[in-house]
């Protein structure tokens, strides 16, 4: 889905790949990937990630953030995007296990993922 400059991925880990390690105690395998360009009319979200966090999850030490900018760390992950017609940006992985959820934030730059 493409939104003035959002674009939102449903990714999928099939089965048969080994998961990363820090999505191993998770039973969740599908997520959301989220970016945005420079021209959307939400430029100024990255500054309001932690207040967002905040009111989904509680505590932000309960999310730990994992930054690949070249895929190598989560190449599963990467895999999963790519094949699901996700763009080939920089990610990274939010993980929070006390809800059993992950997602993935896409950007050229750290602030943006």
């Known amino acids: 889905v493409q939104a003035d400059g959002v674009h939102l991925t449903w990714i999928q880990l099939s089965r048969g790949q080994s998961l990363p390690k820090i999505l191993e105690t998770l039973s969740v395998r599908k997520t959301l990937a989220l970016g945005f360009t420079k021209d959307s009319s939400l430029v100024s979200l990255p500054g309001s990630t932690q207040p967002l966090l905040r009111d989904l999850v509680g505590e932000l030490s309960e999310v730990e953030i994992h930054h690949d ?41 750290w602030k943006q993922r």
């Open 69 to 109: 900018p070249g895929w190598d760390a989560f190449p599963a992950v990467g895999a999963a995007l790519k094949a699901a017609g996700g763009a080939e940006e920089c990610l990274c992985i939010a993980v929070c296990k006390k809800f059993n959820v992950w997602a993935v934030g896409l950007g050229s730059k």
